[in-house]
């Protein structure tokens, strides 16, 4: 059965929140309290901010890494290539976090700072999240709760009454401003392309399947949602990455389906390990190489290719 539009925004949140659920059962996922670091190059989008949201943006630090919640502040970051270096194309890159927080460092400078030194001029979007307690302890007995519930019953997605309507338009607008700034930052705005980690790869998604503005060339949705969607004209060509120990897998191949059947170019990488969550790659897994292939596949299809020698 396909996946709905609507109902795919929906399930996003509550599936990736399960998985960490699982996640932090199995590690010390501690958290840290953390002073919110200084972001000089952060772009206000200027959408707006969230609604029945009491508290302000705070940081934290989990299994080493920064990440930030209840942003009511949408930004973008850009990431440009060495001098002489950039080839045209750009990338939106979306942290993941269960739309609860979002891991900055970890699916979102260092993405960045990879894509850069490959030539590609890269932004992170620190989108809005949805509220969660403002004290620490509050937060870390919200997640607690929503653990020990996922760990009590089979984890599948279901409806929940949210939606990404905020971090839609979160995505519109920085590519917006990518578009109208593309000359001065010496993008080819044919060569816009976004990749997403975890809900991150759900929103990427969630853009390509619903926005009426944004004209991506290339997604790259890493370890997301599996379901089969309804695959819209002129998709873009997607890059997938899963592997078979991630809780959000399941067995299930319906997005790769869904756009082969619609004869839209697609890659498909699934991995033996590598879980969830490791951005750029762990040690000893064999998901740990993603990204070569993915700069791989990128320069098959010449989006790699200086923008002069086109």
Not at 21 to 33: E, R, S, V, W
Not at 208 to 224: D, E, R, V
Not at 272 to 281: A, S, Y
Request: charged residues 20%; hydrophobic residues 40%; aromatic residues 10%.
């Amino acid at each position: 059965m396909l996946i709905t539009l609507k109902n795919l925004a929906k399930s996003s949140l509550v599936v990736c929140l399960l998985f960490y659920a699982l996640a932090t059962k199995a590690q010390d996922g501690t958290i840290y309290p953390l002073e919110t670091p200084e972001e000089p190059n952060a772009i206000p989008l200027n959408t707006g901010d969230v609604k029945d949201q009491p508290a302000s943006e705070t940081w934290f630090r989990q299994w080493g890494d920064p990440m930030a919640r209840n942003i009511t502040a949408a930004t973008l970051t850009p990431f440009f290539p060495a001098p002489g270096k950039a080839n045209g194309s750009a990338v939106i890159v979306a942290p993941g976090g269960g739309f609860r927080w979002l891991s900055m460092d970890n699916e979102g400078w260092k993405v960045a700072k990879a894509l850069a030194d490959q030539g590609i001029t890269a932004f992170v979007l620190k989108y809005r999240l949805h509220p969660t307690p403002e004290s620490l302890d509050g937060f870390r007995d919200s997640m607690n709760r929503t653990f020990d519930e996922a760990s009590n019953e089979e984890p599948r997605p279901r409806p929940v009454q949210r939606d990404l309507s905020d971090q839609l338009e979160d995505a519109e607008a920085a590519y917006a401003m990518i578009v109208e700034r593309a000359e001065e930052w010496g993008v080819d705005t044919d060569r816009i392309g976004m990749i997403g980690f975890s809900a991150g790869a759900g929103l990427t998604m969630h853009c390509t399947l619903n926005s009426q503005t944004m004209k991506l060339a290339f997604i790259g949705p890493i370890y997301g949602g599996m379901g089969p969607v309804e695959v819209p004209k002129n998709a873009p060509s997607m890059f997938n990455v899963i592997a078979t120990d991630d809780f959000l897998f399941r067995g299930q191949f319906g997005i790769i389906d869904s756009w082969y059947k619609a004869g839209v170019p697609v890659e498909f990488h699934l991995y033996q390990n590598g879980g969830h969550g490791f951005g750029l790659g762990n040690p000893n897994r064999t998901s740990n190489r993603w990204f070569e292939a993915f700069m791989h596949w990128l320069d098959v299809n010449r989006f790699l290719v200086a923008k002069s020698s086109i």
